[in-house]
């Protein structure tokens, strides 16, 4: 092969907290459809979040955990776009200022050498409901919305399908370690997007990238970056050029397709939320909770 393989993560971990990030309703998880549901959740005009202080708690637990600095000041955005399980018409989430900044984790590589991945820095958001599609009818169950996410967001850094799965496990047993995440794959409660570009071996520059979104076991993230990597390879052989856009891994067929072309940030019109303050916390806070690791 005489491309290299370059692949970023965005790893999304459900805090486990009892209830939601910004309201009092359970994070319980397979109650019955909308049991968990109120006028903050569910976006009734004049309801104001409350930021829960264990997600805060649990956020900077898995910052440090991930050797992240952690920032004394942090800021909630609005992250705006419209789809049916977002009844607010954006998602509370972190832009500018994320709780947790830079960080790192060894993992081993190929080779079984260590080899040190960064991370870009941890943010909090809100996740958000679900859509159900029944024959003619589509529901929408808001039980999920408000659910407490940190998403780590790593440095294109990882060179091979190994790499990204042993970050992965890494992060993983970090994080249930910490008891900050319960680490259910298959309830989604940490899953991953795969961005995932290749150029030339011996190359420094950054190729148009593929982001393959939510997914949820760690052979599934082997076989996506296998398929995504040889349809890319193959595409630049024949002298074709890269869309970027966002793709979903396919298990039962064993290939990636394409969902949508990609939102480039600025189309989120990210703005700081004037329904909650700054998050600011002291040095002696973190270290209270370092002791507890
Ligand atoms: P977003 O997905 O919101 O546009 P970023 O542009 O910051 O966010 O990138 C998200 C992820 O994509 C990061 O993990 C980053 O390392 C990775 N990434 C960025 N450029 C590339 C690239 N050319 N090839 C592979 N991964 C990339
Ligand atoms: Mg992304
Ligand atoms: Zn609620």
């Known amino acids: 092969m005489n491309y290299e393989v370059v692949i970023g993560l965005e790893i999304h971990a459900q805090l486990s907290t009892k209830s939601k990030i910004f309201c ?14 109120c006028h903050v959740c569910s976006a009734q005009p004049g309801a104001l979040p409350v930021l829960n202080e264990k997600a805060l708690e649990f956020a900077i637990k898995a910052g440090l955990a991930l050797n992240c600095s952690i920032n004394t000041y942090s ?26 900044g830079s960080g790192f984790v060894n993992v ?13 820095h941890i943010h909090m958001e809100e996740d958000a409901g679900k859509n159900i599609h029944q024959g003619m009818h589509s529901y929408i169950n808001l039980n999920r919305a408000g659910v407490p996410l940190i998403e780590i967001v790593t ?3 990882m060179r091979s399908a190994t790499e990204a ?9 970090a994080l249930t370690f910490c008891e900050v995440c319960n680490g259910n794959m298959q309830e989604g409660n940490l899953r991953c997007d795969v961005n995932l570009s290749l150029r030339p071996k011996g190359s420094n520059q950054l190729n148009t ?19 995504e990597s040889s349809r890319q390879e193959k595409i630049y052989d024949e002298g074709g050029t890269i869309l970027q856009e966002t793709r979903m891994y396919d298990a039962d067929n064993g290939e990636t397709y394409s969902l949508r072309s990609k939102e480039d940030a600025h189309d989120y019109r990210y703005f700081p939320d004037p329904d909650l303050p700054a998050v600011q ?3 002696s806070y973190i270290q209270k909770l370092k002791s507890q690791l």
């Open 165 to 173: 799965v042993n970050f992965l496990k890494k992060v993983h047993t």
């Open 281 to 283: 916390i002291s040095d």
């Open 75 to 100: 800021e909630f955005a609005r992250k705006n776009y419209f789809y049916p399980d977002l009844p607010k018409g954006y998602q509370i989430s972190q832009s500018d200022y994320p709780v947790c």
């Open 24 to 37: 009092g309703c359970s994070t319980e998880f397979g109650s019955s459809a909308n049991s968990h549901v």
């Open 155 to 157: 440095e294109p850094d």
């Open 209 to 227: 990238r593929v982001e393959i979104k939510n997914i949820n076991s760690f052979k599934f993230v082997e076989e996506a970056i296998e398929y």
């Open 108 to 120: 081993e590589d190929d080779q079984g050498q260590l080899k040190k991945i960064r991370i870009h």
